[in-house]
């Protein structure tokens, strides 16, 4: 699904429903301006403010919903910190300037972890159906703070292994704390690495494959 952009009078809201994880974030908190399962159009710029739709659109986990402001006010700019959150029996939660194989990925995007997704590198879902299991909250490692923390992350996945992620990084935990500082790792995406959320090589003993 290509990117549709909902014009209105302060902000344009602009959705990509490959990205969306369904989290639910957008109708249960403005449900006037996202109408799930409405006829036409669902997203309606004009019925609420444009500082509330920013701020929605910033919490959207997948980076789905972004958006353009159009009274004179900034558009969301990158993180001054990198992080990777790994999600309880989910995906990785990225915020930073995402570049992925190459290409700009915006600023938010989560990515499948548990092997499964029809969409890689990003989560579609799958995880909930597989009974995906793995701790988000892994034991710290220790590293030292980075002295630059922002800056472009590149995410390249491996051909049938792991995402390799180069650029200024914080890995955290699901509740925040960070599991490691780090300017290049290697992130397990096949769901069965002893080590999660790195990766230990079981791809190739899986026989895991990935056709993006």
Not at 87 to 109: C, F, K, Q, T
Request: with cysteine.
């Amino acid at each position: 699904m290509s990117t549709k952009t909902y014009e209105g009078k302060e902000i344009d809201i602009s959705f990509e429903g490959r990205k969306c994880i369904h989290s639910r974030a957008c109708v249960l908190t403005l449900p006037e301006v996202f109408r799930a399962n409405a006829r036409g159009g669902w997203i309606h710029p004009n019925s609420a403010g444009a500082e509330e739709i920013a701020a929605l659109a910033r919490n959207c986990p997948s980076g789905a919903i972004t958006y353009k402001r159009k009274d004179g006010k900034p558009d969301e700019a990158a993180p001054e910190v990198n992080t990777i959150h790994v999600r309880e029996n989910g995906p990785y939660a990225v915020h930073a300037d995402v570049r992925i194989s190459g290409e700009r990925a915006g600023l938010r995007a989560t990515l499948c972890r548990c092997g499964e997704s029809e969409n890689k590198p990003y989560c579609d879902g799958a995880h909930v159906k597989a009974a995906f299991a793995a701790t988000g909250e892994p034991a710290s490692k220790s590293s030292e703070p980075l002295a630059e923390r922002g800056g472009p992350l590149a995410v390249a996945p491996i051909k049938d292994g792991p995402l390799k992620v180069e650029g200024n990084l914080e890995v955290c935990c699901g509740s925040g704390h960070t599991i490691v500082h780090t300017k290049q790792t290697f992130l397990c995406r096949c769901g069965h690495s002893k080590n999660k959320p790195f990766c230990d090589g079981a791809h190739q003993a899986a026989g895991f494959k990935a056709s993006d």
